[in-house]
Nanobody, 117 residues
Framework: QVQLVESGGGLVQPGGSLRLSCAAS????????MRWYRQAPGKERELVAR????????SYGDSVKGRFTISEDNAKTTVYLQMNRLKTEDTAVYYC??????????WGQGTQVTVSS
């Protein structure tokens, strides 16, 4: 059974930090591209960051470059999103996504991040 379980969301003040985790199971984690998306109320889902399966390729959305860092631990089959210098506009539900292109993809249930004073 495939599972992607996000954790680490919560309420934080502007300028603060949070670390999201996505624990994966039920598929070959090391073969998949892992991505973080987010969706704010009334907005489309936005790609935040991705990390490649074998070459370590990493990319970020323009709105989070320099503030967010994606990483993964293949031994723990977990992907992380370190979020620093958070802004109110980072408020959204954050989703973990695993994809093996043209084969399969999976989504987590999401974790709420609220940035507010």
């Amino acid at each position: 059974q495939v599972q992607l379980v996000e954790s680490g969301g919560g309420l934080v003040q502007p300028g603060g930090s949070l670390r999201l985790s996505c624990a994966a199971s039920g598929f070959t984690f090391s073969s998949y591209v892992m991505r973080w998306y987010r969706q704010a109320p009334g907005k489309e889902r936005e790609l935040v960051a991705r990390i490649g399966p074998t070459d370590g390729y990493i990319s970020y959305g323009d709105s989070v470059k320099g503030r967010f860092t994606i990483s993964e631990d293949n031994a723990k089959t977990t992907v992380y999103l370190q979020m620093n210098r958070l802004k109110t506009e980072d408020t959204a539900v954050y989703y973990c996504h695993a994809v093996l292109p043209s084969v399969s993809d999976y989504w987590g249930q999401g974790t709420q991040v609220t940035v507010s004073s």
